[in-house]
């Protein structure tokens, strides 16, 4: 069995290859050449990759593509989408097409607010503590000033904090809950560090107030940190069209495409099995601009899926519905993103994405963002809708079961033109395969 490491983290990245290829991998020098073929030829760049984590061996490719035409707010896009799924930017290009043809995207962003929070525990009187709250609020303010300097000059920073009294769930647990505008960066250091401020203000301005008695005057921070739940950090992206410009393909009439996808959403919206895989479609294009662009998609993801259990049931995050002669089709997510700051200015391929994008302001990101997901959804549902999903799914899953079989770029475009109209399933590719090379 392999022992535990001491000092793993002080080892030169070569120790660590041979290190895990010789302790973990079965061909140490087959693993060693795979690892290092990943690393990039220009050795600055692999330096900056290397130093984004802790112990990177190596670099882990996921695809950039891009998805054009897309028309938001009258001013056509092209977004780059950094994702491994193969149908996603095919089907997202598609979404963007159908639309373009039908005004575009409009998107608009409802709010911007973030929050973080304090986390205390205090065991004295409720009403003494909302007291020396009131009293030293512009202390903690004020102490953070270094911290929130620039922000307030760029017009962000600290909006308000309030002592939130949450004895209710948990014996002596209170809140700072705090709001913040954190303009164009994502604004976590920007939050966890006036938090910590905060935590800290609050603690000593406690050991010699005297609105408190002496046995009250501990308050225990039990831990400072932002929340991803940002549900007035908020993005609205549409589109209408004509009922009878709805049509999808030429097998199905506008208006019963218009009632599927109707029906479709609200199945969605009334069924949780299936609005977290209609969801999780939605969060193909999202995620996939998040990575791109250098934001961080778990914030993302956890944000917007509680964003969509906020009644008290997991739910549609998109809407549908016929007014008049019109079709509407909507998205509402919550979006904490920056365009400064953090991997922004860091990765190469990051300010090549914003640039782009024409290098947008965080609220024209989150619009960008939100457009991304409900194209992604609108891909989805039509193929539900009308031919089923495995038809788009596995014309583009071809070239990865033609590439795992080892087929040459001659075979690869005789079995495209062969499965053009036929069901590329896992085993008829494989039939089909077998059968050209035994051809030849
Ligand atoms: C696959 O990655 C996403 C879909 O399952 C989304 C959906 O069902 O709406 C196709």
């Known amino acids: 069995m392999t022992k535990p490491v001491e000092g793993f983290s002080k080892l030169s990245k070569e120790e660590k290859i041979d290190w895990l290829s010789v302790n973990y991998t079965r061909t140490p020098e087959t693993t060693q050449k795979l690892l290092k073929s990943y ?10 990759h290397d130093e984004f984590i802790e112990n990177t061996v190596t670099n882990y490719y996921v695809p950039l593509g891009i998805a054009p035409n897309f028309l938001i707010n009258d001013k056509l896009y092209a977004i780059p989408m950094a994702i491994e799924e193969s149908s996603v930017v095919a089907a997202a290009s598609k979404a963007a097409k159908f639309w373009l043809k039908r005004g575009g995207f409009s998107a608009t962003v409802l709010g911007t607010v973030k929050i973080g929070q304090v986390h205390l525990i205090y065991k004295g009187t409720p009403k003494k503590l909302q007291l020396f709250f009131d009293e030293i609020k512009p202390n903690l303010i004020q102490s953070a000033a270094s911290i929130t300097k620039n922000m307030s000059k760029r017009g962000g920073g600290i909006t308000d904090i309030i002592l939130k009294d949450k004895t209710d769930l948990l014996e002596g647990y209170y809140q700072l809950h705090c709001t913040f505008e954190t303009l164009d960066a994502m604004g976590a250091n920007f939050i966890n560090s006036c938090l910590e401020q905060f935590a800290k203000t609050l603690k000593s301005k406690a050991e010699t107030s005297t609105l408190l008695a002496q046995n009250e005057r501990h308050i225990e921070i039990i831990m400072s940190i932002l929340s991803n739940y940002v549900p007035d950090c908020l993005v609205r992206a549409e589109v209408c069209c004509p009922v009878e410009d709805f ?19 609200e199945i969605a919206r009334v069924e949780p099995h299936r609005a977290v895989t209609h969801n999780k479609g939605i969060m193909n294009g999202v995620d996939a601009v998040v990575i791109a662009t250098g934001n961080d998609f778990r914030a993302v993801e956890a944000g917007v899926h509680a964003y969509a259990s906020k009644d008290g049931r997991y739910t549609s995050l998109t809407h549908a519905e016929v007014k008049g002669d019109q079709f509407h089709f909507w998205i509402e997510i919550p979006l904490a ?5 953090g991997l922004t200015s860091l990765h190469p391929l990051v300010k090549l994405a ?3 994008l024409d290098n947008p302001s965080a609220k024209d990101l989150m619009k960008i963002v939100a457009v991304a997901g409900l194209a992604q959804n609108f891909a989805a549902l039509s193929s539900l809708i009308t031919t089923g999903i495995q038809e788009g799914h596995m014309k583009m ?16 475009q005789v079995l495209v033109q062969h499965f ?3 069901s590329a399933t896992h085993n008829a590719v494989v039939d089909a395969f077998e059968a050209l090379r035994n051809s030849q």
């Not at 049509?247 to 959403?265: R, T």
């Open 354 to 356: 914003l640039e782009i």
């Open 337 to 341: 993103l920056g365009t400064v700051g």
């Open 247 to 265: 049509n999808l393909n030429d097998s199905m009439p506008a208006n019963l495409c218009v009632q599927k996808m109707v029906q479709a959403v």
């Open 420 to 422: 053009k109209k036929k």
């Open 39 to 48: 690393w990039n030829t220009d050795s600055d760049v692999q330096r900056l």
């Open 397 to 412: 899953h071809l070239m990865n079961i033609l590439n795992q079989l080892g087929a040459t770029e001659a075979e690869k």
